[in-house]
Structures are given as C-alpha cells and as structure tokens.
C-alpha cells in the first residue's frame, strides 16, 4: 500500500498567520491517465471528514480561498493563507491514484 | 443535494456480529461506488471495501476478508457493511463515503460501533 506521511504532526498558529501542512506519498501519484488524485481534507471534533481540495489544487465548493493545494509526484503541501479560529481541526491528505485509497496520520492545527 | 445517512451507534459483545446502514438520496444511487472506511479512537483513517451499487460486485481490502460483507439494495438507494467476529479492535466510528475519481466528496455521519464485554 503507498504509505502518506504528514508534517508537522502538530500545528500551533497564531491568528492571522500562515500556516503550511506537508504530504509526502511513498510512491509517485500520477495515475495512468495522467491526472494526480491527491486530496485534502479537514476534520472537526465529531465530525465526519469535509473535503478542501482534490486533484491537488482544486478547491471544493464553499472552501475559503485562503486554502491552496500544490504539489506534484510524491510531494504535496495545503497552505493556509491567514488561519482563522474555524479553521481548528486535523487535516488529512489522501490518495485515490492507488488501491487501496490511503490516509496521512493527520495534522492536527491549534490556535496559539 | 447529495445525502448519505448511516444507522445509529451500536455497543457489541466481543464475537458478535454489527450491520451498519448507510441510506443515500439526491443523486442516482448505481452511478456512485461506495467505500465504507473507518478510525479507531486517536488513530488514522483505514479503507474497508468497496461496494458497486450497479451490479453489487465488491472489493475488501485483505485485512478484512473473510469477516466483512458490503451489499445494496437498489430499492432503497441503501448500502450494508456487515463486520463479524468483533473484537475490541473494531471499536471505531464507520463511515460510508461516495467515491468519484480517486476522492470522496461526500461521507456518511458516521457511526460508533463500541466492542465490549
């Protein structure tokens, strides 16, 4: 299975600040068709996980633009611009360009 | 819009079986396949199987063979994920997530299943 290894496991932030989660896969995402099926997602206490970015660098409908994805092959990064206090959570990426579909451990962002 | 809605929070006695329900609406239920996908208190997220709601082939990871049964009923716009021979190391929530081109859009609520004596 591609193993998706996060860091910081831990993100303190200060409000207003940028903030910078990184995702490395254990082998190169690009599917066969060429498309990259990396995805971002953040999860709030008791909640189910809410996608923020897919493909990469595409934002979900509804999502703050403040959030971006980047990142190619085997390393990707979800940036937030300005953290604002709803932003708290644990952020996720996972992959869909291998079977089985596969999770980071999580980051878990906190406000300063 | 696209709804996934899962069955209530079930406690089970180590061996016991559960059978989680995950009802769909606001899209048509055989053009979507479904994953069933799960974590364990403080852990990560773990991939369980795959149902297609079309012809209700499936797909477990290894890990789970042999103990886990995902079906659908085309009636109800309805997927199961049944887990048997539960051991404490089953308690976790289960999710049901909508799968479309290697990403989930949508997730089910989720659902607790608690092992215990």
Redesign the interface.
Known sequence: DVVMTQSPLSLPVTLGQPASISCRSSQSLV?SNG?T?L?W?QQRPGQ??R?LI??VSNR?SGVPDRFSGSGSGTDFTLKISRVEAEDVGVY?C????H????????TKLEIK | QVQLVQSGAEVKKPGASVKVSCKTSGYTFTDYEM?WVRQAPGQ????MGRIKPNSGGT?Y?QKFQGRVTMTRDTSISTVYMELNRLTSDDTAVY?CAR?R?????Y????TLVTVSS
Do not use: I, K, L, V
């Open positions: 599917y498309n099926y995805n997602f189910s996980p996608r897919y493909e979900d996720y996972m992959q869909g360009s079977w089985p579909y596969t999770f980071g451990q999580g | 994953d990560g997220h773990e991939w797909h990871a999710y799968d081109m290697g990403s989930y859009e997730w089910g609520q989720g």
